[in-house]
């Protein structure tokens, strides 16, 4: 009997990678069906499978998070066009029509209305200034360099959705791989218990050897009901993330190599001092606080121009009336510079340029906090990657060997030199270490991505600005 129970425990399974396609199971898998809470529905102009390039694509173009990002990087624009403004010549026309009335009799003040006054009025002024101490191109500067942080601003926005939408595509994957396990587990189990049963039936087993069969088939239903739940969740989760309703039948298409190990990076990764160095080259939230601490000296500039002198140009035209019927127009113009020295201007000066100052001191060190970001983020992400490829291998090692103390625990039931609980331990050791190589794959993936989003060469090129 022994060596028919031998032949019939399921041996152990390779890790399950996702199927291109939701397994159709029944939500929940043991319990009270609720179809509805696991609908999925197709979207038009998205594909069910996606890969995770075209899911980043999908988020750029969908995601209100970076639509926001967007609108905010065309204000810095905006700025910059503003600013220009003061280079230009202020040109203004006005045209005038009036009549006054008064009294006969200068002193009475009852006196009933006499005749009035007509004036007529065409004029055009023009006004451009010369020199004002450098107070407009400081200004254009500083938005200029605002514009090139707001850039860097909305990159580094569109790196964080790309990271979040990877973020979201490999624990998708995970919780599918995860359903797709819990259902091996529950076969190998139920095998198990059936077999006890037949033993049972036969008399070779006791009662309590199918009480402990069918404890870890208890276990595992609970498990797959369990991991069902976070695979729609996940999966909720992703189209969320796409800017998508949550229902949508939106699948991550499985991208792990036959050989879980291998890297998915296209460059090698380096060691701490080059990843640092390729950060600050290319992270966008540094470059853009470099730009606002440079936007923030030219606002100093600016305000330190108030306290020169400014010198500007006019002219004037215009034909007016000259008689009480507005008749007999005349012309006139004029044409002139303006130097204009600040005395005292009760300070008000001297304080805007301690304020830019203190804005400035503030930016500079926002630069500081930016660059031990980036070094710690970069550590952090280098050493969990090194440490979840250890880790791959590692549980890979670990199923191996739960493998072989499962075959080698059968050969002993079989020898009648072992007990049944002790083989089902070996099975569960078995599932622990399918469950650790599962995990350790995936947190690998993350690594990869959070390793990328820590040099800021994740975003692949999704959106352009």
Do not use: C, W
Not at 25 to 38: E, R, S, V
Not at 201 to 220: E, K
Not at 313 to 341: E, K, P
Not at 444 to 465: C, I, K, M, P, V
């Amino acid at each position: 009997m022994h060596a028919f129970i031998l032949a019939a425990v399921v041996l152990a399974t390779p890790t399950p990678i996702p199927a291109a396609t939701p397994q159709a199971l029944p939500y929940p898998a043991y319990g009270t069906p609720a179809p509805g809470a696991a609908v999925q529905r197709p979207q038009p102009g998205v594909p069910v499978s996606i890969t995770l390039p075209q899911a980043i694509a999908i988020a750029a173009a969908r995601s209100p998070v970076l639509a926001i990002a967007r609108s905010d990087y065309r204000l810095t624009q905006l700025s910059v066009d503003l600013a220009r403004t003061g280079l230009y010549p202020n040109l203004a026309a006005t045209a005038s029509l009036s009549r006054s009335f008064g009294s006969r009799g200068g002193s009475s003040t009852t006196g009933t209305l006499g005749g009035g006054v007509t004036s007529e009025g065409l004029n055009a002024t023009l006004r451009q200034f010369i020199f004002d101490g450098g107070r407009v191109i400081n200004e254009i500067r500083q938005a200029q360099s605002g514009q090139l942080a707001g850039a860097g601003t909305y990159q580094r926005s569109l790196q964080t959705l790309a990271f979040n939408v990877a973020t979201a595509y490999y624990n998708a994957l995970q919780a599918e791989s995860a359903t797709t396990l819990a259902v091996q587990v529950v076969h190998q189990n139920q095998v198990q218990e059936n077999l006890v049963t037949a033993q049972l039936r036969a008399g070779t087993a006791s009662r309590v050897d199918l009480a402990t069969a069918q404890l870890p088939t208890a276990q595992a239903r609970v498990a797959l009901v369990r991991a069902q739940g976070n695979q729609l969740s996940a999966l909720a989760a992703f189209a969320n993330q796409l800017g998508l309703d949550a229902s949508a039948l939106v699948m991550p298409i499985n991208d792990t190599p036959a050989n879980p190990a291998a890297s998915l990076l296209t460059q090698q990764k380096v060691d701490y001092d080059q990843a640092v160095a390729r950060a600050f080259l290319e992270r966008p939230d540094y470059l853009s606080a470099q730009y606002t601490a440079q936007a923030a000296a030219y606002n100093v500039r600016a305000q330190r121009a108030g306290l020169l002198p400014s010198l500007s140009g006019n002219a004037s035209y215009g034909t007016n009336s000259t008689t009480a019927t507005g008749t007999d127009f005349r012309t006139s113009g004029s044409a002139g510079v303006t130097l204009s020295i600040p005395i005292f201007d009760q300070g008000v000066t001297r304080v805007q340029i301690a304020q830019a100052q203190a804005q400035a001191d503030i930016a500079n060190s926002e630069l500081d906090e930016s660059k031990l970001t980036v070094e710690l983020n970069v550590r952090q992400a280098l050493v969990g990657l090194i440490s979840a490829e250890s880790a791959v291998g590692q549980a890979q090692a670990e199923l191996s060997k739960a493998s072989e103390i499962l075959r080698a625990t059968q050969a002993q039931y079989r020898a009648g030199v072992t007990t049944l609980p002790l083989l089902l331990n070996a099975q569960v050791g078995l599932t622990q270490a399918e469950t650790d190589e599962l995990n350790a794959v995936y947190a690998l993936r993350q690594a990869e991505q959070t390793y990328l989003f820590a040099l800021g060469e994740n975003d692949l090129g999704a959106a352009s600005l």
